[in-house]
Nanobody, 121 residues
């Protein structure tokens, strides 16, 4: 499966963006999905994950209450709604698949090209 993330851009602090991760090549039903981000000079970090049924979600503490992960298996698409954005959310955001929802990087594969999110203060 190939993944393509989109929806990034420049937004002011307090604003919102919705990221989309579209899968092609084969269905991603059965896979958990995750969003990670990487800021310049920093390691890639977990943001959110969702199981394949979409009924269990996990978030890093700093985005809880602001970000919402969701998926539409019929459309082979995953979303990350980001509200109340902060300058520290600035990073390249990546989507990936995993056999189960987790906040650990290792199980994730099929990394898509990232999309840049820039939050100005």
């Amino acid at each position: 499966v190939q993944l393509q993330a989109s929806g990034g851009g420049l937004v002011q602090a307090g604003g919102s963006l919705r990221l989309t991760c579209a899968a092609s090549g084969r269905t991603f039903s059965g896979y958990a999905m995750g969003w990670f981000r990487q800021a310049p000079g920093k390691a890639r970090e977990f943001v959110a994950s969702i199981n394949w049924r979409g009924d269990h979600t996990y978030y890093r503490d700093s985005v809880k209450g602001r970000f919402t992960i969701s998926r539409d298996n019929a459309k082979n698409t995953e979303y990350l709604q980001m509200n109340s954005l902060k300058p520290e959310d600035t990073a390249v955001y990546y989507c990936a698949t995993a056999p189960y929802a987790t906040n650990v990087v290792d199980p994730y594969t099929n990394w898509g090209q990232g999309t840049l999110v820039t939050v100005s203060s």
